[in-house]
Antibody, heavy 120, light 107 residues
């Protein structure tokens, strides 16, 4: 079964960092880019960046440059999203999403989402 | 590239024909995708490249448009179609952007 399974909900204090995992199964992990998208309460989705699982190459939305780091571990088919210097504005559901045809920026499969709450 | 959807919400009955529009702030050719999102679930790709039905998606869903104006149509609304729908442009990665969503509710 082709799926992306994400790690569980997190509660963090302002200024802290969070690391969310996304484990792929049912397909060749290195064959498709993985994107990260977040959705704050009441807002539309917001794209954060992508990682090429084969090469480890990354690209980040300018808004998150310097705060987000995407990595992967091919031995366990898992991608990670780390976001640092958290503020209350980072409270959102974070999704990983597979690129449909390798790298065409269309998301054909999504993880179940990870709720990150930033609160003092 | 800004993506603007309208309406932001609508009420419709089972069997109704529903049309959702998405406008891009500049031409994006046909680099436009549509997703369905139900609360607590992962979003689901419906239409890619403006008019191509994703595998496994019912044929009552269709997409059209090019340039700046796009439409998602549900020909006969079914109970399982009540959800929020988002458009997304894949023309420019700097950054990839989504519309604000259209919530389809039961009338």
């Amino acid at each position: 079964q082709v799926q992306l399974v994400q790690s569980g909900a997190e509660v963090k204090k302002p200024g802290a960092s969070v690391k969310v995992s996304c484990k792929a199964s049912g397909y060749v992990f290195t064959g498709n880019y993985l994107h990260w998208v977040r959705q704050a309460p009441g807002q539309g989705p917001e794209w954060m960046g992508w990682i090429n699982p084969k090469s480890g190459g990354t690209s980040y939305a300018q808004k998150f440059q310097g705060r987000v780091t995407l990595t992967r571990d091919t031995s366990i088919s898992t991608a990670y999203m780390q976001l640092s210097r958290l503020t209350s504005d980072d409270t959102a559901v974070y999704y990983c999403a597979r690129d449909k045809s390798g790298a065409d920026d269309t998301f054909d499969m999504w993880g179940q989402g990870t709720m990150v709450t930033v609160s003092s | 590239i800004q993506m603007t959807q309208s309406p932001s919400s609508l009420s419709a009955s089972v069997g109704d024909r529903v049309t959702i529009t998405c406008r891009a702030s500049q031409s994006i050719s046909n680099y436009l995708n549509w997703y369905q999102h139900k609360p607590g679930k992962a979003p689901n790709l419906l239409i890619f490249a403006a008019s191509n039905l994703q595998s496994g998606v019912p044929s009552r869903f269709s997409g059209s448009g090019s340039g700046t104006d796009f439409t998602l149509t549900i020909s006969s609304l079914q109970p399982e179609d009540f959800a929020t729908y988002y458009c997304q442009q894949s023309y420019s990665r700097t950054p990839l952007t989504f519309g604000g969503g259209t919530k389809v509710e039961i009338k």
